[in-house]
């Protein structure tokens, strides 16, 4: 296929380019007639989507099925306080195509999944994922394998952040340097641990640069190395990732369709509902009666310290789950005890703990004090 021509407007344009020996007119070229596959407009994706649109990548696919909710403008700065409530994706097209109306952007209001993933990443050169859970990621890297395109990578976790490219002709996949997703559960997420603003900024610049070196051809990329960033030292550091041989998907090669990533990275709903122990919970309405009715409960708030000034519940004392484990002897077995977090998953967890350790009034409080905080009490702060 012939590289398309810049019209006059993009001469304008992308001037600065023009100038770069690395890009000029056939490297700008090779850009517009590029087509990627940006899977999510959050954190990472706002700076993917703004940079790559800005630089003339002349074909977005983006992959994203969310709301924009107002925690999210803290640092996905595609979206702005007039789009909370509408669909990232929607909120993300109109972005883009204000920054450049020569960019054509696809949307793809779908969740990435085993059915649909394959297709779209055959439709594109290739793909950046901005995904923020491991089923996602392993699902990515997996299609990337099976289509033979490259994946540029970045994950992000408070101050801290990595990125790579996976998936190039010799380079090794996500696969090769994490083979099996962590226990579910074990990595808390971005709304349980919180992350610095900027840090997404930081990392999605990153690999929106790996994207445009790898539709030019230029510099050396990411690829066999992982960029770790510390952001509260300001460090960068790189270490070599190599192929293993014996990787299922770019090894043996033995993985020749995509699986049930749900199953495989233990998310709650579909696996762990089966496998770990039942929790049993309560419901924010039903508390409240209880404690209006003077129901003796030893009411536990499972939170890091952080977060009890955010918002609390009256009468509850404080047990974090980090400290969790050391703190089960002094539990009362002579009245129920309801546990409670932030939405409910670590509270579940620490139940579970209180179940192994042979107590069996326990609660885990529905939707935690969020949904307390709707539910119950508006005056409660969501955050
Ligand atoms: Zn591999």
């Avoid at 699986?259 to 709903?269: A, K, L, R, T």
Wanted: charged share 25%.
């Amino acid at each position: 296929m012939p590289l398309p021509e810049l019209t006059s407007e993009e001469y304008q344009r992308y001037g600065r380019h023009l100038l770069l020996p690395e890009v000029g007119l056939e490297g700008q070229r090779r850009l517009k007639g590029a087509r990627v596959l940006m899977v999510g407009a959050g954190g990472l994706g706002s700076p993917i989507g703004l940079y790559l649109a800005a630089a003339g990548v002349g074909h977005l696919g983006l992959v994203e099925f969310d709301t924009v909710d107002r925690s999210n403008l803290q640092r996905q700065v595609l979206h702005g306080t007039k789009d909370v409530g509408r669909p990232k994706l929607a909120s993300a097209i109109d972005r883009l195509r204000d920054v450049n109306p020569n960019v054509r952007v696809e949307g793809h209001e779908v969740r990435l999944d085993r059915s649909n993933a394959l297709e779209l990443v055959k439709a594109h050169d290739l793909v950046v994922d901005g995904t923020d859970n491991f089923a996602t990621r392993y699902l990515t890297n997996d299609a990337c394998v099976l289509a033979g395109k490259p994946n540029v990578y970045g994950s992000i976790f408070r101050f801290e952040g990595q990125a790579s490219v996976f998936c190039t002709a010799d380079g090794p996949c996500y696969r090769c340097l994490y083979p099996e997703p962590p226990p579910p559960g074990m990595v808390p997420s971005c709304a349980e641990g919180g992350v610095l603003g900027v840090l997404p900024g930081l990392v999605g610049t990153i690999q929106a640069t790996e994207v445009l070196k790898l539709l030019l051809g230029a510099g050396e990329g990411l690829a066999g190395r992982l960029l770790l960033v510390d952001a509260l030292s300001m460090s960068f550091r790189t270490v070599k990732v190599r192929k293993d041989p014996r990787c299922p998907a770019c090894g043996t090669r033995e993985i020749r369709e995509l699986v049930d990533y749900d199953q495989f990275c233990g998310v709650p709903h579909a696996a762990a509902a089966s496998t770990a122990a039942p929790v049993a919970e309560i419901l924010p309405a039903e508390l409240q009666a209880r404690l209006a009715a003077g129901d003796r409960i030893d009411l536990v708030d499972v939170r890091e310290p952080p977060e009890l000034e955010l918002a609390c519940l009256e009468g509850a004392r404080s047990v974090p789950l980090s400290g969790f484990e050391a703190a089960i002897a002094g539990f009362p077995r002579d009245r129920d005890i309801v546990l409670f977090c932030k939405m409910g998953g670590r509270s579940a967890k620490a139940a579970r703990a209180l179940q192994a350790a042979g107590y069996t009034r326990v609660w885990s409080l529905a939707g935690g004090i969020l949904r307390w905080s709707e539910d119950v009490d508006p005056g409660v702060p969501q955050y």
